[in-house]
Nanobody, 112 residues
Framework: QVQLVESGGGLVQPGGSLRLSCAAS????????MSWVRQAPGKGLEWVSI????????YYADSVKGRFTISRDNAKNTLYLQMNDLKPEDTAVYYC?????RGQGTQVTVSS
């Protein structure tokens, strides 16, 4: 079955950077678009970014555009999210998603 395992979260100061990874298994990774979504404390899920199967097309929520970069390595079955210039409002649990399946998430906390 589809399995997604996120990693790379942590505590970072405002203006800092983190790179999240999502290891995928149980399906043909290169056949599917992949997304990142996040959930801030006390809030609902927010879509962050999406990438097409080849990695040639990407889209971002306005809240992260210009600061976050989604990418993928189909040879490694891995999805990435490079997050730069992090803000306190980026604090959330970040999930990678394929279809309706999400991983367990990785916590990102932006605080001084």
């Amino acid at each position: 079955q589809v399995q997604l395992v996120e990693s790379g979260g942590g505590l970072v100061q405002p203006g800092g950077s983190l790179r999240l990874s999502c290891a995928a298994s149980g399906f043909i990774f290169s056949d599917y678009g992949m997304s990142w979504v996040r959930q801030a404390p006390g809030k609902g899920l927010e879509w962050v970014s999406i990438i097409n199967p080849s990695g040639g097309s990407t889209y971002y929520a306005d809240s992260v555009k210009g600061r976050f970069t989604i990418s993928r390595d189909n040879a490694k079955n891995t999805l990435y999210l490079q997050m730069n210039d992090l803000k306190p409002e980026d604090t959330a649990v970040y999930y990678c998603q394929q279809g309706v399946t999400r991983g367990q998430g990785t916590q990102v906390t932006v605080s001084s």
